[in-house]
């Protein structure tokens, strides 16, 4: 157990539909990422947030968007959704914003019908 | 741009043989980063080892080993006398500085350790 928790762990929706998905990093880790591993993208960063700001983005769609809240706790919003987001979709935590080992919670995953 | 390449996407032993994943990336980069991760079945990611450019010290773990070498771009990863529970997808990563710590992987290699 990494300590990182992610709900739900499984998600059935259907196309056009809004999704939130919840990420609880480790005790005093201060950084979130979240990344999609798809099987024709494999497994892609998605973006970075340290204690509240965003750090970096990766191949995020516009329809994507995430938020790291006070508690450190982090939100990804996937809306309008096409049967091409149907993915595992992972939060990590590390403890600083550079170059730390990430440890992985055990993954959203995403059906769109 | 960085690249992390595991030639390798599917190997199969039989328990208690020795088994090399391969991991070649590129960066332009001096200060840089790589990584290995476990993915079982259950399809948690486990952290591994971290290993930064300036340290070409090989690591061993247990039946683990980890092979560095920048001069060929590599950094492989071995395991001695496999056993059925390392059956899972392998993947290596990158980050490097200016990247601040976002991973870059490769494209696992799937091992399969047969009884």
């Known amino acids: 157990d990494s300590g990182v928790t992610q709900t739900p762990k499984h998600l059935i929706t259907a196309t056009g539909q809004r999704v939130t998905l919840r990420c609880s990093p480790r005790s005093g880790d201060l950084s979130v990422y979240w990344y999609q591993q798809s099987l024709d993208q494999g497994l892609q960063f998605l973006i970075q947030?340290?204690?509240?700001?965003?750090?970096a983005k990766g191949n995020i769609l516009e329809r994507f968007s995430a938020q790291q809240f006070p508690d450190l706790h982090s939100e990804l919003n996937l809306s309008s959704l096409e049967l091409g987001d149907s993915a595992l979709y992972f939060c990590?935590?590390?403890?600083?914003?550079?170059?730390?080992?990430?440890?992985f919670g055990p993954g959203t995953r995403l059906t769109v019908t | 741009a960085q690249k992390v390449t595991q030639a390798q996407t599917e190997i199969s032993v039989v328990e208690k043989e020795d088994v090399t994943l391969d991991c070649v990336y590129e960066t332009r980069d001096t200060t840089y980063y790589l990584f290995w991760y476990k993915q079982p079945p259950s399809g948690e990611l486990v952290f591994l080892i971290r290993r930064n450019s300036f340290d070409e010290q090989n690591e061993i773990s247990g039946r683990y080993s980890w092979n560095f070498q920048k001069s060929t771009s590599s950094f492989n990863f071995t395991i001695t006398a496999s056993q059925v529970v390392d059956s899972a997808v392998y993947f290596c990563?990158?980050?490097?500085?200016?990247?601040?710590?976002?991973?870059?992987f490769g494209g696992g290699t799937r091992l399969m350790v047969k009884p």
């Open positions: 947030y340290y204690n509240g700001e965003e750090r």
């Open positions: 990563a990158l980050t490097y500085g200016r990247a601040g710590n976002m991973l870059t």
């Open positions: 990590a935590s590390s403890v600083g914003f550079e170059s730390y080992e990430q440890y």
